[in-house]
């Protein structure tokens, strides 16, 4: 994937938390993966406001399953994260 330089302006105590924790190198793929993160969930929710609109309030089960993805889509960035793909961990 291109990659294109931005000027953000975050809170400097925030950044430096990061920055101190995963180091200086991993900054951008940090932020990077937030904000996936983000549009996943913005895309869910867009999901479940146009199944709203075609079909009524979501019934249990349907707030049930999207609970579910919801918590897979997790699982696979914390996977990602880690250096996991596909359940083995990466060579």
Do not use: H
């Amino acid at each position: 994937m291109a990659t294109k330089k931005y000027t953000v302006t975050l809170p400097e105590e925030l950044a430096e938390e990061i920055r101190s924790e995963v180091g200086p190198g991993a900054f951008s793929a940090y932020v990077t993966r937030a904000i996936e993160r983000q549009r996943e969930r913005d895309r869910l929710g867009e999901l479940v406001g146009w199944m709203q609109e075609k079909d009524g309030p979501l019934t249990e089960e349907e707030q049930a399953a999207a609970a579910a993805k919801l918590r897979e889509i997790e699982v696979w960035f914390e996977e990602r994260e880690n250096g996991i793909q596909g359940g083995a961990e990466a060579a």
